[in-house]
T-cell receptor
Framework: NAGVMQNPRHLVRRRGQEARLRCSPMKGHSHVYWYRQLPEEGLKFMVYLQKENIIDESGMPKERFSAEFPKEGPSILRIQQVVRGDSAAYFCASSPGTAPPNEKLFFGSGTQLSVL | DAKTTQPTSMDCAEGRAANLPCNHS???????VYWYRQIHSQGPQYIIH???NNETNEMASLIITEDRKSSTLILPHATLRDTAVYYC?????????????FGTGTLLAVQP
């Protein structure tokens, strides 16, 4: 059973371009979570999705950021018109459910976004 | 979710036990204590969790005080690969959102 897969591992964009980060959850997991880690800072929650639905987006910036988790395919975190301050490591996690024993989050290796 | 307080950093000699403390004095009766760690440049990794009883698994032991206001994560025989930031998180389960809220954690440096 493969773990949470994120790609690309590294992504370089110029200011103003769009960044698309992909996350394939573990098999059987229908809950996906996105986190951002700025350089030398902690992990900040961004958004929580459950197949086709956004459950909690309290950590998402109001503009330029969006996330989706379609019925088929990976979850996508999309950042439009990137700025240098978007440079960070973006981690995705998944869980099979929310009640014990299925509540534990399993994290991917992250996508390092660099904005030039 | 209740907040936690952890030391910023700790050192431990290789092969010795690493004891990482966490204070959660405002924890509620239905909140669990979770521990995750993040090795440099990797995603966080689940270690262990508990409600009020002490817990042990293949990675670590979790000791929760009787009043539940603090806990200690024990790595019985630390290795260099255990060098990481360790996060203590308290959370309610089964709520509307299953997110984890990470604090600043403890940077454990295992010394050869």
């Amino acid at each position: 059973n493969a773990g949470v897969m994120q790609n690309p591992r590294h992504l370089v964009r110029r200011r103003g371009q769009e960044a698309r980060l992909r996350c394939s959850p573990m098999k059987g997991h229908s809950h996906v979570y996105w986190y951002r880690q700025l350089p030398e800072e902690g992990l900040k929650f961004m958004v929580y999705l459950q197949k086709e639905n956004i459950i909690d987006e309290s950590g998402m910036p109001k503009e330029r950021f969006s996330a989706e988790f379609p019925k088929e395919g990976p979850s996508i975190l999309r950042i439009q018109q990137v700025v240098r301050g978007d440079s960070a490591a973006y981690f995705c996690a998944s869980s099979p459910g929310t009640a014990p024993p299925n509540e534990k989050l399993f994290f991917g290796s992250g996508t390092q976004l660099s904005v030039l | 979710d209740a907040k936690t307080t952890q030391p910023t950093s700790m050192d431990c000699a290789e092969g010795r036990a690493a004891n990482l403390p966490c204070n959660h004095s405002t924890i509620s009766g239905n909140e669990y204590v979770y521990w995750y760690r993040q090795i440099h440049s990797q995603g966080p990794q689940y270690i262990i969790h508990g409600l009020k009883n002490n817990e042990t698994n293949e990675m670590a032991s979790l000791i929760i005080t009787e009043d539940r206001k603090s806990s200690t994560l024990i790595l019985p025989h630390a290795t260099l690969r255990d060098t990481a930031v360790y996060y203590c998180i308290v959370r309610v389960l089964g709520g509307a959102t299953n997110k984890l809220i990470f604090g600043t954690g403890t940077l454990l440096a295992v010394q050869p």
